[in-house]
């Protein structure tokens, strides 16, 4: 299922260009337009999902093939040996901009935390 107002869908789709880091039939990862770290990766399901907190049982397997596939992208893109970090954003205080969700993959450098 896709959205047709969602920019990621679309993205997904090819309809809007990005820089492909992986695809296939569930996900496509791509560079962050605008990066918050020398390495800023976004994963995507295929299907369009508005928030996490709308994922249900019928997800499960979804979503833990959506991090198992990230950690494979963290291995390939150098980030595993000093780390690195995940972030997955919900909602207007979570400062969630896209609504189609997508775990972000930040490293190459060191990252501060608590977050602003
Ligand atoms: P959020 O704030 O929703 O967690 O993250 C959305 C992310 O999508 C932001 O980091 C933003 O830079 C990125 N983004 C928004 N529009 C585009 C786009 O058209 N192309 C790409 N590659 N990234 C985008
Ligand atoms: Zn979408």
């Given at each position: 299922m896709t959205d047709s107002d969602c920019i990621f869908c679309k993205i997904a789709g090819g309809e809007i260009p990005s820089d492909p880091v992986y695809s296939d039939e569930q996900f496509y990862a791509f560079r962050d337009?605008?990066?918050?770290?020398p390495t800023h990766v976004l994963i995507i399901p295929r299907?369009?999902?508005?928030?996490?907190?709308?994922?249900?049982?019928?997800h499960r397997d979804l979503l833990g093939d959506m991090l198992l596939r990230a950690n494979e992208i963290a291995v390939q893109e150098g980030l595993t040996e000093k780390g690195f970090r995940y972030v997955l954003n919900c909602g207007e205080w979570g400062g969630q901009s896209v609504f189609h969700i997508h775990l972000h993959i930040l490293g190459g450098r060191a990252l501060a935390w608590p977050p602003g």
């Open positions: 337009i605008n990066p918050g770290a299907k369009h999902i508005a928030h996490i907190t709308d994922a249900g049982p019928e």
